[in-house]
Structure formats: structure tokens, C-alpha cells
């Protein structure tokens, strides 16, 4: 199941209007829609919105699929072998060169990242750590964080969060 596929069952599951998502998140209900009929990509700092307007990981959107994102430089694979009612999610995240830099964010749970090639460089409140092969860091993601590729070669990651 796509992205968008996930979040029409999610929204509908939760009783929520394309506008009261709107009015929760800040982005329009046009964008909203198209990213429900997967017409366009979604962009991760906008998943974040959504998910915690939700109330669910944003995880839960790449379980049973892979997500290449046609206009976001960024490729996720699921790892969880379809295990159902897990309390973590495991993802294998690549990141093109110069990619992905946003604004921090929070939601629940916990986030431990696991850098297996490239530098992965991670802001958490603030503070901008670069994290290289075999390097990691766990934090509660309830502490403002991003993290983003500014290297000249592709980042590949291992993401854990907590559900």
C-alpha cells in the first residue's frame, strides 16, 4: 500500500475531514488530497505534521513497502518483515548528496540511528552532530531534531523508532 493509500485508511479510521487535517497540520487540503491519490510525493517534514495530527509514527506510513518518493531524493525499506504489533519500526533510509535539510520537528516515541555509509548530519535541539560510518545516536523524539545529507555521496542509515 502507497503512502497516500495509508493515510485516506488513517484519516477515515480517526473520523477526520481533508480540512480538519488541513487546520491541524497547516498544509492545504489540496496538497492533502493529492498526496492521498499518490499525485505527488510528500515531503518528510510534512509527514511529521500529518503523523502527529494523527497521533501515529510517521514510520507507519513505509511499513510493507519500500517508498522512492518521485520528486524527494530519499529511499526507505521497510525492515520489519511484516511483524504486526511491534512497539519499533526498522528502516533502511538512503539519502542522496545535499538532500533532505529542513527544520526540526518532534513527536513521541524514540529515534536511534545507525550510519552505515556516507555522513549523516543530525541537528537535535540545536545541536548539529555529523555522524559517520558505524557512528549512532539515540534520542526521545520528543526533543526537536532533523536530520539530513550534506555530504557529496549518498548516506545510508538504519532508522529505529519506537511506535
Known sequence: MMIGEKLRKIRKKKKMTLKD??????????FLSQVERN???VTLESLRKI?????????LFFSD??????SFPFF???LSNNVQGAS?????ATLKPKENKGNEFSH?????????????TVSLEGN?????????????????HYWWNDGEEDVQFLLVSTL
Open 39 to 41: 499525485k505527488c510525493s
Open 76 to 78: 526507505y525499506k521497510d
Open 108 to 120: 513521541y516515541g524514540h529515534e536511534f540511528i545507525y550510519v552505515l555509509s556516507g555522513i549523516l
Open 51 to 59: 503523523s502527529d495530527a494523527l497521533n501515529v509514527n510517521p514510520s
Open 21 to 30: 487535517l488541513s487546520e491541524q497540520t497547516g498544509v492545504s487540503i489540496s
Open 128 to 144: 548539529v552532530f555529523e555522524l559517520r560510518n558505524g557512528e549512532s545516536i539515540m534520542f526521545e523524539s520528543s526533543r526537536n
Open 88 to 92: 519499533f519500526h526498522p528502516i533502511l
Open 65 to 70: 513497502t519500500n517508498y522512492q518518493a518521485k
